[in-house]
DNA sequence: CATGAATGAGTCTTCATTCAT
DNA sequence: GATGAATGAAGACTCATTCAT
């Protein structure tokens, strides 16, 4: 028999990231997915039940594979605003190459194809990012603010930085980089 | 144009923007958005010449609607910072309130309903911000860097503070408002 | 506006019962139907929510009918006997006539399409049948057994003889009538 | 074909029967009939050319079961009715005890799937049946009518009764088959 | 203008069948 | 022989758009 390929499902998804980008989640269909990736509509269906499945997987998917980068290569034992920048920079650089992943969650946010179940699941991995600002709070180098406010200034800012930056072709110099870095540590800095 | 039709278009208007944000761009049909807006599937197309075009409209009348917001009683004589937080709270109240224009804009980002000409629209309208920042910068009250990188803080960070007020129903205090305007002010603030 | 034509129901009851005789129940699609019908494929969904829905109506329909047409020109004034053969016959050629239906019926009966509630409002209009037979056993012409089985025995037969005249293309004539109804006569009468 | 064979078509048509009582003809798939006999779905086409000729091949087998168990224990030496009453009986006992092929064979009657030829051996099984109704009218015990009226009452009358048995829950005591019998004779005997 | 029935192209999904293992 | 992944044609159903009233 035909093993199930693993690398197909990858296949499949990278269709998809591809082609919400240049159509929108709204204008992907199951065939353009197959086509892209390569296969057969009804193979889609060998991997997952239905469009919806498909979605939410690839979300998950994104998900932890984003919050995997931010944290490669951070160590805690160092200064935390080196440990902080380290972070920063790989989420920035994540979001940079993985722009489709981008892409895809946001336009995930208000749409009815992921299930509560999947935000659940999605929310429940942002727990290292807390930590990572609760520790800036407890060495009193972040402002004593809610957690949430401090995060949404890291990741609102660096969302438009990265949508800028596609859209409007700036290329990111260093110098950029990290005034833009500096901007996002005096609006958290004490 | 009649009066009577501008009604009808706001109508028109408003049941689209409360099926985008519950069922997403993605999900509603001219069927959806003309029984919400009590009328005949026909008559869409008596204000709109296709599905496209009334999106597009939409969004046209959403952005306009947010800048004219942004600037309302704001008065250039005022000290910079005055002015700036006035428009600062302006566009969080403008965002707060009419949350499903902002959510719907968000969706229109990616998606391939808006055309080059309606983008190109929006962001010529973006120049009041630019000149609001520009002033900053020539003040020396702002860092003199990109104005689309200022802009991007702006934006970004109350994004993201609508976003979580909304969906995890934190109610926005005043000391919240204002701690979340410092820390922008001190991301902008050379 | 158009107005929805009645007239358009009968037309794709007609195309379905057709369809059900020449290629079964479990042949025919929703596309052959509409072409059968000369509309489009759409159209039947204005008329019937699905598939489903359009069976279960046809059959509810081909119920009512049936019955009406069995009781027509009854008259209960009449001896026993000779009511009771007016019945029979009616029964018989409405089967003849009208063999699509009761082959359409048949095929209904094991079939995953037809709802509960269907088959509940279908058993409920048996009613006129059973006060017949009752009738009967009342005046002791006919055995005093469960109803059930004298309409299993008026069903039963009538059934395979219909299917019988109908496939091996035997005429039913007069004779062969009379005989029939002899036998189901002589099976039923005390 | 080995043993091991035969056992494993045994299992495909016990799933098949069960399937088409439960779903209806229309709605049994080759993967669900594959999952229920717990093979795989490639291995009905090692034992079946296409879902066709598995359909036609359980309705010849069917339909010899059938016929070979009417007659089991039938002795042309005893009386005529004995012998008589004692295929009636073999013939309920079948329908009652082999509910599914009976629902299965009568689903196939109007189905596209069974082909004329399958038809055609299945009409030549009846042989005996007809033997049996000749013997007696050549005894001038049944009625001299066309055998195949004679026939349609057996049949019929027969169908009915176990639908009814099985479907509206009623015990068939000794009494009741009895009763049905002496009906069923008064319609034949001359 | 307003209506909503009619249309048919296009979607998701299923399923008989094939084929590599 | 046995398996079940892969295939793609076909089916049910949706929906933007048109048009008769």
Redesign the pocket.
Known sequence: ?????DR?VGQIFQAALKLVVSKGLSG?????ISKAAG?????????F????ELINALFAACRENSVAHSFKGYDPAQPYKVGFKHVWLNILRYRLHNFEEAVFMEQCYHSPFITPETREKASRLAAPYNELLERGKKEQLLKPVDTGLLITFLVGSMNELVKQTHYHGTTLTRTRINTTFDMCWDALKS
């Open positions: 028999m035909k093993r199930k390929d197909k992907i269909t199951m065939g353009d296969i057969a509509t009804g193979t889609l269906y060998v991997y039940k239905s469009k919806d």
